[in-house]
């Protein structure tokens, strides 16, 4: 595939200039990526490229799919829209972030305003996120909003994270053209593979919960980097996606562990698509296959995969899965017009 695509300008609730800024943390950004190929179709319309909006994972941000990936849909017609997923109130902890005590410092010297500045340091503490959101509810408000803005039914494509909060808009009911569940948080919720991974690969489980808890300042990164990407990545990429990772919300991960439900309730859905890994350590084989049954159906399994699929070696039997897929429900959706 080709590295290079066509992108539009960004469709965002976060203001130019102010990325840094606490406000801007809190809302969420879109960027279309325009068919460059295909047929000659208005989006929308009947046997037409659906379009799909991916939703990235924990820690990420719409910057996580790479340009091959994109290029395999926008190449067939496909409208892309990659989402960013608003981030914490309170930004970066202080392992991620230690200048946080300085600035509280100066704060504090500056106004006078204790209270302002012990504010800034508690939201800055490891853990405080499970407090200050965003939750799973809050992530899919801003899919639902994004949808909106987007104008019509989309194929919602669900990383990990992602996936889970793409189940939750299932249980919602919100309308959509079909969703995929790539390497995706399980319906039933992260236990089963979080337990297996504690027994069988206690380091690996500790490297997470490290990761979760601090990022990746306290992780053990290349214990990661191997469980990841088992297939190999290179070093430029490996530290280009490492420096872009930011400080996941606890309140939205730990629901993810199954409690309070985020998906519907399980039965036969035409509309959704699991597609797992072979290699994946995160989300086991076994999963994919739970996952897939929840709704009635088998994996799309790639057999070598890792959890990153979409930047595995082996991603174009994903693409190529997915394009059919969607083919598929767009064909059905044409003969029932």
Known sequence: MSDRRSESPAVSRIPPGTQADIDAHQGWALVCHDPAGGPDVSPGRGGAPLDLLFVHGMAAGGWIWPAAWLDGFTRQGHRCWTLTLPGRAGGRSVTRDPSVLERAIGHALNTGDLDGASAMLVRALPGASLFD?????DFADAVQQAMARIGHPVVVVGHSLGGAVAQLLLRRGVAQAGTVLLASVPPYGTWRASAEMAVTNPALWHALSQFALHGAARADMALMRRALFPNGISDRDFEALMAGMHDESLAATVRTAGLPPFAPLPGPRGDVLVVGGG??????PADAWMTAAYYGGAPLMVPRAGHMIMH??????????????????????ARAA
């Open 312 to 333: 595995d070696p082996h991603a174009d039997a994903a693409v190529t899965g997915i394009l059919r897929w969607c083919a598929a429900r767009a064909g059905r959706g």
């Open 133 to 137: 959101g965003p939750t799973l509810d």
């Open 279 to 284: 290699a994946d350590l995160l989300v086991p």
